[in-house]
């Protein structure tokens, strides 16, 4: 059984950083990517960053580039968010996901429970 947990959330100030976890198991990820996700409240899920665990990877979303950025550690079958000059509108959930093949935006069949990161002004 595929499981998904992430962690690493919390209250930070606007400028700081924060690295987020997400700790896969239950099977084999070769052929596997990784997505990370974020939902604001009252706004929908929205892409963040993907990679695969043989190291591809695919653009960030706009509103992160150059802020976050995503990698992983096979040995460990974790995948990390480094969340770096956050702004009170990072302010969200956030997912990891689990889908087959390349890394992408959409078609995720496995999802964690969500950690929270809050930014203050």
């Known amino acids: 059984q595929v499981q998904l947990v992430e962690s690493g959330g919390g209250l930070v100030q606007a400028g700081g950083s924060l690295r987020l976890s997400c700790v896969a198991s239950?099977?084999?990820?070769?052929?596997?990517?990784i997505g990370w996700f974020r939902q604001a409240p009252g706004k929908e899920r929205e892409f963040v960053a993907a990679?695969?665990?043989?190291?591809?990877?695919?653009p960030y979303a706009d509103s992160v580039k150059g802020r976050f950025t995503i990698s992983k550690d096979n040995a460990r079958n974790t995948v990390y968010l480094q969340m770096n000059s956050l702004k009170p509108e990072d302010t969200a959930v956030y997912y990891c996901?689990?889908?087959?093949?390349?890394?992408?935006?959409?078609?995720?069949?496995?999802w964690g429970q969500g950690t929270q990161v809050t930014v203050s002004s």
């Open positions: 990679i695969s665990w043989g190291g591809g990877m695919i």
């Open positions: 996901a689990l889908r087959p093949g390349r890394p992408g935006t959409t078609s995720y069949d496995y």
């Open positions: 239950g099977r084999t990820f070769s052929d596997y990517a």
